[in-house]
């Protein structure tokens, strides 16, 4: 097996078509088979299922992908890294956010990477906290802010604050100063799936309440959720307080829930896999900035913490 045997491996698992990554690898597609079932030989299992669909991956793939990415870009850091041994700090970091945080942080830590770290390249990843739970444990992502409805465990993580969650709705009258339980059961909710986090914790507050809600949609897709609640076709629950740091969404009004949820914001890194120099320094970075903006209006609703307990 040669190392360009998992590269090609993993470009069409991502592609989801030899022909499609015949051509973003510029090689010939029998080549490409070629090399797959030199693979699948050296393995001894199937690690494509192949159909007119296109291919996706066996059980036995998934797992090769998950290894083979995370040892891709190792290979692929190890330019930067020796280099990072001596002069200034560089290299690529992939940092995950919330999408909620997106707005409050990629300006600004893009202007403090470009300020202090000149030769340290940010990569952004936005979703949902799950999967960029998973992104950083398989490594394919260096560090996230993610919101926790429990600890989770196999992460080093800092926790930053305890986030507030509101009743998002499209502006209409006089704002309310907050909204029960009983209420927000009997509005027309577009909610998170049942794994996600938030929904989580919503569902365990509902039912130390004695209710029940049945959402009219489901998405972990934040922009799907806004648009719901845009276009008035439904009410949504989000850990973001205000949207003034979010152009062109001027016509969402978000209401305090009483009693208060909380959801936790940390930021988590792999517990198996040691920072490197960039991504470190990045970590340094964007927790001395977070810890500035307690009380900033882009962070509504949160209760800070100085130290993790």
């Known amino acids: 097996m040669q190392f360009r045997h998992l590269r090609y491996f993993a470009r069409i698992v ?12 510029h090689i ?15 393995f001894g299992v199937t690690l494509l299922h192949r159909s007119a669909r296109g291919v996706t991956p066996t059980a036995a793939g998934e797992v090769l992908y998950q290894e083979a990415i995370k040892l891709i870009r190792q290979v692929d850091d190890l330019p930067a890294v020796v280099r990072s041994a001596q002069g200034d700090i560089q290299g690529v970091v992939c940092f995950g956010m919330a999408s909620t945080m997106a707005p409050a942080l990629t300006g600004k830590m893009m202007e403090i990477c470009r300020a202090t770290l000149p030769k340290v390249t940010l990569r952004f990843i936005t979703g949902d906290s799950e999967t960029l739970r998973d992104k950083v444990a398989s490594n ?7 919101f926790e409805n429990a600890p989770e465990a196999g992460f080093t993580r800092d926790v930053l604050f305890r986030q507030r969650l509101y009743l998002a709705s499209r502006k209409q009258g006089k704002a309310e100063k907050s909204t029960s339980l009983a209420r927000i ?18 569902d365990r507050e ?11 949609a489901e998405s972990d897709l934040f922009d799907v959720v806004l648009s719901a609640v845009e276009t008035g076709l439904g009410h949504a629950i989000l850990p973001k307080g205000d949207f003034t740091d979010m152009p062109g969404h001027a016509d969402i009004a978000t209401t305090p829930i009483e009693p208060p949820i909380y959801l936790t914001a940390c930021l988590i890194t792999s517990r198996d896999k040691p920072l490197t120099r960039a991504a470190a ?11 500035s903006q307690a009380g900033q209006s882009a962070f509504k609703g949160a209760e800070w913490v100085d130290a993790e307990p």
């Open 14 to 25: 991502e592609a989801g078509s030899f022909s499609r990554a015949a051509a973003l690898i």
């Open 28 to 42: 010939a597609q029998p080549a490409l088979s070629k090399q797959i079932a030199e693979l699948e030989d050296e």
């Open 140 to 146: 394919a992502i260096d560090l996230a802010i993610v």
């Open 185 to 202: 059961t009997q509005l027309p909710l577009m909610l998170p799936t049942p794994t996600n986090v938030l929904r989580k914790a919503l």
């Open 206 to 216: 509902l039912a130390a309440a004695g209710l029940h809600v049945e959402p009219v």
């Open 281 to 291: 320094a990045i970590e340094a970075q964007l927790l001395g900035f977070l810890r």
